[in-house]
């Protein structure tokens, strides 16, 4: 019989011989502080701007550097943040803001309306919310240094939904002459207003990046709830470690070393949940819902026979039993709306077949034209769920002569390589796999999946015009059923010209030392404020 490394460290781990494992912070740190808190997520930190870029982690360091005007409640209904008092006029065209006392920089100086202003407008480059603001938007501007306007061409019942959101990138505020460039060009000083100051001095890239407690931050006076109220910061350091191996991750865990694990292996659950001083606890319990997208710019997805024959050769219960092998973690899902929101529906779902369909992927792929062109599958490294399940892909694809080939790279390599649109033999790619809180996918506007507007959707540049004059009637619809009834609608011509591929939905435990508590229930985001250390 032989024993894989992975099932010795699994077994080594079962009986308490954690500490046998090199670690790659023993002898290099202190012994963790009782206000440090040391953690280790699912990527790492390459990319500091969250207007910049929907990536997870990237979103994460915003919510701790900078705060926004609204934020969403345990409830996801939107509250005040950083403003004090608004009010809309009579005709809904004028929204007036006030900023709340108490909001000062980093480096000391006091925010501003104008910072707000600047903030807005860049924001209004890069998400689909933002921009549907600017198309809207007769003029946003300063009145004083504490308040500003926005005027509205026409009424936007959704405007403050859109200030708080958390699907694709939330309009954080940052400095003016930060935010006075294109949503392009990135944002790298990393000085918000927020509970945490990015500490500069301590940063490691590649190794640690190192968050403080804002000592000037004034919290709202309302309780914490959600990403709302009063965020208050109950540790004096957050350290983010990367640590790309799994079992060294969890034998750190084991060890005391950190103290939360974003992604643990789901093999080792049982193992956690059988050591007395370690938890899993699900934070986000709307789950994700992982996504195949694909380059609909370069062959051979540019062709729609192409992209339904991916769509018809997915086993969405194959690819779950990769991503999450315990079944009550785990569900198929048909609608581009999630399994779990008020739009989800059942519309045009005749292609989802328990087993997948090889045979009429492979004659689509034949129809398409396919002559043997080389499809680059970007896979993630250090996100053992995209890796695998990348993997399982290439597999399942040559299994009916498609021509896949794996590029494997960490998060941030393919983050940087999914903007190229170009063909695969100058650097470009063919498909990678990403996901989204399912939660997010109730919002069309936002989310950055179901845009479909060629260049301006999100990466595979999905292009259907007929689709997206549909998604620009979302925000004006006034009722529930209209609304469900044009989600239904959207569906339909989605699954048609096939925007992207759904490959499941996971809802994932993050481990914990039992020694950390106080961490926030919330979808898409992990917050610092609020937990604490025994």
């Known amino acids: 019989m032989t024993i894989s490394r992975r099932e010795l460290i699994i077994t080594g781990l079962a009986a308490g011989t954690a500490l046998s494992i090199p670690s790659v912070l023993r002898g290099q740190t202190a012994p963790t502080e009782a206000r440090t808190v040391r953690m280790v997520t699912t990527d790492f930190l390459t990319i500091f701007d969250p207007i910049f870029t929907t990536t997870g982690i990237t979103q994460n360091h915003g919510l701790a550097l900078y705060d926004t005007l609204f934020s969403l409640d345990s409830k996801l209904m939107p509250q005040p943040q950083m403003v004090g008092k608004w009010g809309v006029s009579d005709d809904k065209k004028t929204y007036t803001f006030e900023l709340r006392d108490g909001l000062g920089w980093h480096d000391g100086t006091p925010v501003t309306a104008a910072d707000c202003v600047a903030s807005i ?15 809207r938007a007769q003029d946003i501007s300063k009145k004083d240094d504490k308040s ?20 694709g990138t939330s309009p954080f505020i940052m400095r003016e002459k930060d935010a006075d460039r294109p949503a392009t060009e990135q944002v790298t000083t990393n000085i918000g207003s927020g509970p945490f100051k990015f500490n500069h001095a301590l940063a490691k890239p590649g190794a640690s990046f190192t968050y403080d407690r804002n000592e000037q931050y004034v919290p709202r006076s309302e309780a914490s709830d959600g990403f709302a109220g009063g965020k208050i910061v109950k540790v004096d350091r957050v350290i983010w470690d990367n640590i790309a191996d799994e079992q060294t991750a969890l034998a750190a865990l084991q060890a ?3 103290d939360f694990l974003e992604a643990p292996p789901a093999d080792v659950y049982s193992v956690i949940e059988s050591d007395p001083d370690l938890a899993l606890q699900v934070l986000d319990k709307t789950g994700n819902d992982m996504c195949l997208r694909m380059n609909h710019l370069q062959k051979p997805f540019d062709n729609v026979k192409a992209r339904q024959a991916m769509l018809h050769l997915v086993d969405q ?11 009550k973690y785990g569900h198929t899902v048909t609608s581009i709306f999630g399994n779990d929101t008020l739009y989800t529906n059942d519309e045009n779902t005749g292609w989802f077949k328990k087993g997948g369909d090889p045979d009429k992927a492979k004659q689509l792929f034949k129809e398409a034209g396919y002559a043997g062109e080389k499809v680059v599958i970007l896979q993630p490294t250090d996100w053992a769920p995209g890796s695998n399940t990348s993997q399982l892909l290439a597999a399942e694809m040559r299994k009916i002569g498609v021509n896949a080939e794996l590029a494997p790279s960490d998060w941030g390599g393919l983050v940087a390589r999914r903007a190229n649109k170009g063909p695969t033999e100058s650097g470009g790619w063919s498909i990678f796999i990403t996901s989204d809180s399912d939660y997010a996918l109730s919002d069309p506007i936002a989310a950055p999946f179901l845009r479909a507007g060629g260049d301006e959707a999100w990466f595979g540049w999905p292009r259907n015009d007929e689709y997206e004059a549909l998604r620009a009637k979302w925000p004006d619809v006034e009722t529930l059923e209209e609304r469900k009834a044009l989600a239904r609608e959207m569906q339909r011509i989605w699954w048609d010209f096939v925007g992207d591929i759904r490959l499941g939905q996971t809802v994932l435990p993050n481990a914990r030392r039992k020694t950390l508590t106080g961490l926030i229930e919330m979808p898409q985001r992990v917050a610092m404020w609020n937990m604490q250390k025994a």
């Open 256 to 258: 005391g070393e950190i």
């Open 121 to 135: 407008r860049r924001w209004g480059q890069a998400d689909g919310g933002g921009q549907l603001l600017m198309e």
């Open 317 to 327: 219960e194959a690819f779950l039993r990769v991503m999450a092998p315990d079944a």
């Open 148 to 167: 500003f306007t926005i005027v509205l061409k026409q009424p936007l019942g959704l405007l403050i939904d859109l200030l708080a959101t958390i699907a």
